[in-house]
T-cell receptor, first 109, second 113 residues
Framework: RKEVEQDPGPFNVPEGATVAFNCTYSNSASQSFFWYRQDCRKEPKLLMSVYSSGNEDGRFTAQLNRASQYISLLIRDSKLSDSATYLCVSFGATNKLIFGTGTLLAVQP | DTAVSQTPKYLVTQMGNDKSIKCEQNLGHDTMYWYKQDSKKFLKIMFSYNNKELIINETVPNRFSPKSPDKAHLNLHINSLELGDSAVYFC????????????FGSGTRLTVV
């Protein structure tokens, strides 16, 4: 079982839709969490950190539930430019970023 | 000015060859990493160096040998390349070993034929 699990998708949504991605992690010692975005044939880039209190950055909202070991990302008013793979990432006692396999989002015109 | 730069961007080589990938960062970070992304797009850490010292060495064949001449450079040498080594290799850097602010290079697409 992978340490960080995500639904690989693809999620095909129309422009303007709201879409939610979920992720679970198995290591309760994980300390911090992130969402990265990876465009096709490009490097991963940090989208946002994830906090237990929930945090928002424009159209993006991330949430962490430590009790359930569950992380979410909500994208409102999807744009064509949001099409990418979204990677759920944990960081913990092993001092390394652990990546999920990613969820592919395709926003359709 | 590129923050984390890797060379080459593409590498096609025959089985059995030895090749190197170079990485340099100009962010002043003290920790650098090599990640491998396989055909299923799964990103997995291979090595990490902090101030030229190896701190993470995952279960990687010893044909892979990282070298860090200084904290701004981390190179990866691969001996006796195999078909299964075909992947995209990403270099990354961060300040200290914290989870925040990893900056990735644009990747080296290695194809072994």
């Amino acid at each position: 079982r992978k340490e960080v699990e995500q639904d690989p998708g693809p999620f095909n949504v129309p422009e303007g839709a709201t879409v939610a991605f979920n992720c679970t992690y198995s290591n309760s010692a994980s300390q911090s969490f992130f969402w990265y975005r990876q465009d096709c044939r490009k490097e991963p880039k940090l989208l946002m950190s994830v906090y237990s209190s929930g945090n928002e950055d424009g159209r993006f909202t991330a949430q962490l539930n430590r009790a359930s070991q569950y992380i979410s990302l909500l994208i409102r008013d999807s744009k064509l430019s949001d099409s990418a793979t979204y990677l759920c990432v944990s960081f913990g006692a092993t001092n390394k970023l652990i990546f999920g396999t990613g969820t592919l989002l395709a926003v359709q015109p | 000015d590129t923050a984390v730069s890797q060379t080459p961007k593409y590498l096609v080589t025959q089985m059995g060859n030895d090749k190197s990938i170079k990485c340099e960062q100009n962010l002043g970070h003290d920790t650098m990493y090599w990640y491998k992304q396989d055909s299923k797009k799964f990103l997995k850490i291979m090595f990490s160096y902090n101030n030229k010292e190896l701190i993470i060495n995952e279960t990687v064949p010893n044909r892979f040998s990282p070298k860090s001449p200084d904290k701004a450079h981390l190179n990866l040498h691969i001996n006796s390349l195999e078909l299964g080594d075909s992947a995209v290799y990403f270099c990354a850097s961060s300040q200290m070993t914290g989870g925040n602010g990893y900056t990735f290079g644009s990747g080296t697409r290695l194809t072994v034929v």
